[in-house]
């Protein structure tokens, strides 16, 4: 089941990246006026490429392999309750990063760097948040005592 944990962190590690990345390209792009466009490419930009081929893949992958783990080893930890929860907080997160791309494509700027560097703010807190809590598997949260259940 190990290698199934690997591919986990490995599509986790490269949608954290993206998520880290990719507002950065889309604020240093705006500001260069250019939407790094691919030459002959059908795809309107480098950014919308990656979010599309690189980033949304991989989230993709990690939260499958996650759940296949989760699944097989049948863990139900508040631990991982609050952790999902944050993980739906990030997957809110990837999909503003889409409207981004699809408004630095259309040259609208307005406030585009505020919220690119917002994006990449939340993208840590959320992503510290996460492996925090999958690492220290706290026992309770905030009072909350654990949910153990291990089949
Ligand atoms: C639906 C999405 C996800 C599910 C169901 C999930 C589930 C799991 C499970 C069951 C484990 C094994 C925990 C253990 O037994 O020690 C694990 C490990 C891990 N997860 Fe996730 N996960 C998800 C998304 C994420 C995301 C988005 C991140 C980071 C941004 C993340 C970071 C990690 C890390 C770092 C480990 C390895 C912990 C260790 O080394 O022991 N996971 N995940």
Redesign the pocket.
């Known amino acids: 089941m190990i290698w199934l944990?690997a591919l986990?962190?490995i599509a986790?590690l490269v949608?954290?990246a993206c998520l880290l990345y990719l507002p950065s390209q889309i604020r240093l792009a705006s500001a260069a006026g250019d939407t790094l466009t691919m030459p002959s490419s059908e795809y309107p930009s480098l950014t919308r490429f990656i979010y599309t081929h690189v980033a949304t893949p991989a989230a993709l992958l990690?939260?499958a392999a996650?759940?296949l783990?989760?699944v097989a080893?049948q863990?139900v930890a508040l631990w991982?309750v609050a952790?999902?929860t944050l993980?739906v907080l990030?997957v809110g997160l990837h999909a503003s990063l889409g409207l981004l791309v699809l408004r630095s494509e259309r040259g609208e700027t307005h406030r585009l760097p505020q919220a690119t560097l917002a994006a990449q703010v939340v993208a840590v807190v959320?992503?510290v948040g996460?492996?925090w809590l999958?690492?220290a598997?706290p026992q309770s949260l905030g009072g909350l005592p654990g949910l153990h259940w291990i089949g």
Do not use: D, R, S
């Open positions: 944990l986990h962190i986790l949608w954290a990690a939260i996650g759940t783990v989760f080893h863990i991982l952790k999902l993980v990030l959320l992503m996460i492996v999958v690492l598997k």
